[in-house]
Every structure is written in C-alpha cells, then in structure tokens.
C-alpha cells in the first residue's frame, strides 16, 4: 500500500499525523516550560524543608522510576555546607560515579554496602545518630513499625537528614517518616535528552494535609532541575 505522505514534507507530515490523531501530542509528550519553571518551589512544596532532623521515604513504582536519583538531589541540597554524606545501600543500586558528577565531595561521601535489610537499618540507624553525619541516604526493603519509628528519632537526635529509597509496594505500611513521595517515570518522545521526567506524589505527609503532585526535570548527568 502507498504512504499517502511519502510525497509530502515531513513537516507536513507530522502536521497530518497530529490531526489524525490528536490524542498522540507529538510536540507536548515533555511538559512545556511554564510548566518546569517552578520546579524547585514545586518540590520544596511537597518534601518541606531540606535540613536536619527531617526524614523523607521516596518509593520506586518501578525499575528506572527516578527515586533514587531524587533522594540523592535531596541529600546534597541538605548538606552543602559541612558534614559527611552516608550512603547505606542495601540494594546494591548507588553508583558513586553519578554522585561524583554531580558535585558531591568525595572525601566526605561514605558508601556502606550490608549483606542484609537487618545489617542495613542498623547501619542507617548509627549513621542517622551520628553528630558528624549531614545527610545518610539508604535503600531498603520493608521496614517494620518499630523500626521506622527507631529511623525517625535517630533523625531527630542528632543532626541528619535522612532519605529511604524503597519500592512503592511497601506505600500501605505503617510509617513514620516526615514526608513519603512516590516517585514515577513520565515518558519523553526524545531519547536523547539527558533530562529525567519524574512526577512526584506526596502520599503522607506527617505534619500536615497532603500536598499533591508535581512534575520535576532532573538532569541525570549533572544534579541539576
């Protein structure tokens, strides 16, 4: 059968295809940039304040969701001034490299990898209590009541911040942190880009009501939104 665009531009063509199919938004897939432009205050909206004592638990809704690569954007906003920066990865998922390029101090960055979820809380728990740690990121798996609630005042004892990196099926678990984001991939037409779309979903919120969604930008090779 022949192309009834194969004569014509391809401007022309894209121009057909979008009345055909309207529902296929060639030129809107990545959000345009009024939209982008508050990202920060977007996110800032939904995580509140980045600083010690705070406890956020980000959830993965699937592999390449974005999750851990915002919590590590969390971490480095919460310890830009001084202290050293905990990595407990549990999962086996943190790449020092990406921290490397995105600014993060090597000789203040402490990456531990436990055998077990057991040795992992553990390690986040003594980390988290420490007077000379600024930020711990930590991966995990299913976290017990108990065991959240030990996370949250290691937080508040000491100095910390503190970001979980979990998959989402543990949302319905009882939970103590301050904030909890689910994090989600939004598809972009450009596989060229090095821009990671993520929408955010604020699903508890332990100070407050619930704040809603927002789509942020983030540029995996630099650490910036």
């Known amino acids: ?31 345009p940039k009024c939209v982008l432009a508050h990202q920060a205050d977007s996110l800032q909206r939904l995580t509140g304040e980045l600083g010690p004592k705070r406890l956020i638990d980000c959830l993965a809704t699937s592999a390449g969701s974005g999750a ?22 549990g999962k086996q998922s943190f790449f020092p490299p990406v921290a490397a390029a995105w600014g993060v101090d090597a ?65 319905p678990d009882p939970n103590w ?9 939004v598809p972009s037409l450009d596989q060229q880009t090095d821009q990671l779309l993520v929408r955010l979903f604020q699903t508890r919120n332990r100070h407050g009501p619930v704040a809603g969604e927002a789509i942020i930008s983030l540029n995996w090779r630099t650490g910036t939104i």
């Open 68 to 89: 851990g690569l915002v919590g590590l954007f969390l971490c480095m906003q919460a310890c830009r001034q001084a202290g050293e920066f905990v990595v407990v990865d």
């Open 177 to 185: 942190s301050d904030v909890q984001l689910c994090c989600e991939p």
């Open 1 to 31: 059968m022949q192309d009834p665009f194969a004569n014509q531009p391809r401007s022309s063509s894209t121009s057909r295809l979008q009345q055909l199919c309207p529902s296929l938004q060639l030129a809107k897939a990545v959000p």
């Open 107 to 171: 000789k203040r960055l402490l990456v531990v990898r436990p055998q077990t979820q057991r040795d992992a809380v553990a390690t986040a728990l003594q980390a988290l209590r420490s007077p000379a740690v600024a930020a711990v990121w930590a991966s995990l798996d299913r976290i017990d009541p108990k065991s959240s609630r030990r996370l949250l005042l290691a937080t508040e004892a000491a100095e910390a911040f503190g970001v979980l990196v979990r998959p989402a099926r543990y949302r």
